[in-house]
């Protein structure tokens, strides 16, 4: 599974999520950092990326577009860069299901 990591979440996480998940890019480190959020929506469907954002224009996007991409979207209050690696790390298992579950098109990971 590849999951395109939003621009406001810390480049560092690329390599600390290496062990859990196939592909790890972040939006800032693919050029994107000043792209509007309906582009990265679009990069991420055209390369078949699950986006983690904490961004709800996304879920809103999905729902109008019938949501061709997978959306996994963090509801975390002031979480520091290592809280959401350690989540994004220990959720893993849920993110795999989430990705394989062709019914289900945004995951809400809550602290």
């Not at 621009?7 to 480190?29: D, F, M």
């Not at 050029?31 to 959020?37: E, F, K, L, S, W």
């Not at 961004?55 to 860069?81: C, M, Q, T, V």
Request: proline fraction near 2%.
């Amino acid at each position: 599974m590849k999951i395109l990591l939003d621009q406001n979440i810390s480049y560092h996480a690329i390599k600390k999520l290496a062990t859990c998940y196939e592909e790890v890019a972040q939006v800032g480190r693919l050029g994107m950092a000043q792209t509007d959020d309906a582009m990265i929506w679009q990069y991420a469907r055209t390369h078949g990326y699950v986006l983690v954002t904490f961004d709800a224009y996304f879920k809103e996007r999905n729902i109008l577009s019938g949501h061709p991409i997978k959306i996994i979207l963090l509801r975390f209050e002031n979480a520091s860069p290592d809280f959401v690696i350690k989540t994004l790390k220990s959720q893993a298992s849920i993110i795999q299901d989430f990705f394989t579950n062709e019914n289900l098109a945004c995951l809400e990971l809550h602290e």
